[in-house]
């Protein structure tokens, strides 16, 4: 547990804040606006959700959001432009049990991944203390506590996942810090090392307790590279060789995303996205907006397939905060193009969400449906 830590945090003497100990995965009421959405936790002075722990959480919703409209048969349907733009096809307690049902997959499907499809490890807390103090290792009341276990069978992970769900949404548990710890484990250290950057001393989280890079990647991708361009890059801009190459996307990842910060100005230092990401085989996206995270996704599972579907269509933006109190359906038109803003003034006022959704598709003109921007 040593070696998790450090590599978490960089020393074994600290441990997660009071935003992480209180992460887990529990769904919003189910007659709510967003009965699909994780319930988050207000912790900052203005009822906001402190970034922390953010991003792994969005990273699990995307891959329920999988689970709810891609599986077998889609179990949420659209309400016109009501607020309830998503609501569950079926009767409250049928849908209950769906969305919890999803949750485990979404568990099992990122920790599976991570473990190339062949491995999983999954920690939850007993109830005595498995390791001797030390004075490199600070106690936290779950890591001195954590038992592992291993699969090989993802059938056994499910059924495991389901009988210890309480150990990631009881009303006290740790959820978020077991999963993040499970997820490690499943890539194991070596990998993990190797994925970062062995030359280096990198860390799964920032100085601030946020999620890095590469924790959004082993939870997205299953591979915790520090970057989210295609490939290695061997050349720095001035095109000479790098000490030792930058690794980032290898595959065409299943759920792909997407990036804006109004802050980086110029064109040549903003962060770089590759194909990979930006076309996922499922049309769900973890979107980073102004380091707000969310998920964009679209009811039809084979958007991305061919180009021509991509003419006109719909996505649907949740981000978690309770600030979001209805639905926010976007209608996405890439057939005539879009006008010049006439100006960097001009250019400057298009909301955030949308500047984002113009790196994967340029030329598209994206109407809000009579929902003010937010982000």
Known sequence: MLALRKLLFGTGNYTFNIEWKRTRFTFRDVKSNFPYGLFMEK??????????SRGMTMCVQAYILKHLLYKDDCLLEEKGNSSNLLVERFNIGFFEDQREDALIHALADILWKAGEGKYAAVTIVGEKMCISPSPE???????????????????????????????????????????????MLSRTFPKLVADMDEHKTPTILTAAEACTTALINLFLTGRAVSYLFNGKVVYDKKKKPLPYPLLGQKERAE??????????????????????LKTPKLPIWLTSVNDVFGVLFCTVPDLLSHWRKEHRFCLFYFTGQTTQIQGTKLTIDNRSGRA?????????????LERCILTKWPDAVVNWNGTSPFV
């Open 255 to 276: 759920l792909g995303f997407l990036f804006w910060d109004k802050t980086e100005f110029e064109v040549q230092d903003r962060t770089e996205v590759g194909s990979m």
């Open 43 to 52: 912790l900052g002075s203005r009822g906001m959700t402190i970034h922390g």
């Open 137 to 183: 290792l600070r106690f936290d009341n779950y890591t001195e506590k954590i038992l592992i276990y291993e699969f090989t069978d993802f059938e056994a992970l499910l059924k495991f996942l389901r009988r210890n769900l309480d150990q990631f949404q009881g009303d006290f548990s740790p959820g978020g810090i077991l999963m993040v710890y499970s997820a």
């Open 340 to 352: 010049d803003p006439g100006g960097e003034e001009e250019e400057q006022k298009i909301p955030s």
